[in-house]
């Protein structure tokens, strides 16, 4: 049986951790403003007669195992730099995994001679230029009103 001067202590710490952990959670979550994730959306030239692809579909084409169209027009990837955070979006909501994991895969196929890396450009207007200059390309972005670029469902296998 426990002292009442422990059970008293026991009763007082936990009472001020419960306080702790509450004014934690309103100081963190009221009055900031919440951070809202951009919309994301896979997009091909107006070269590019695809209108869905499933995920497995998706993650084969940015991870270099799949490499042309299915009319035969080769396939150029368009990603934004591994620290961007659309980037680190796409990967963790789109593909699945995590940008060093893509990374890593690019890295083997290229020195393993069976493909080469997508195409990394430095910003989100180079990203789209190049996205509507290259035939066949693919990417993602963020607003869907770009006029020379098709937007592609993607579907759950």
């Known amino acids: 049986m426990k002292k009442p001067a422990l059970r008293w202590l026991s009763t007082v710490l936990a009472y001020t951790q419960f306080r702790l952990v509450l004014l934690l959670n309103i100081a963190l979550f009221s009055g900031m403003p919440a951070a809202h994730a951009a919309e994301l959306n896979v997009m ?6 695809v209108s869905e692809l499933n995920r497995s579909e998706l993650r084969q084409i940015f991870t270099g195992h799949r490499q042309y169209w299915s ?19 796409f990967c963790r909501e789109v593909l699945q995994m995590f940008p060093y994991q893509l990374s890593r895969l690019w890295d083997q196929i290229t020195y393993s001679g069976q493909g080469v890396t997508p195409v990394r450009v430095t910003s989100y207007q180079a990203l789209i230029e190049a996205l509507e200059s290259t035939s066949g390309s693919i ?3 963020e607003h869907t009103e770009i006029v020379k670029l098709r937007r592609v469902e993607v579907g759950i296998e």
Request: net charge negative; proline share 0%; hydrophobic share 35%.
């Open 44 to 49: 091909v030239n107006e070269s590019v007669m």
């Open 71 to 89: 009319d035969g027009t080769k396939i150029t990837v368009f990603v934004l730099q591994d620290n961007d955070e659309l980037h680190k979006q």
């Open 139 to 141: 990417g993602y972005v």
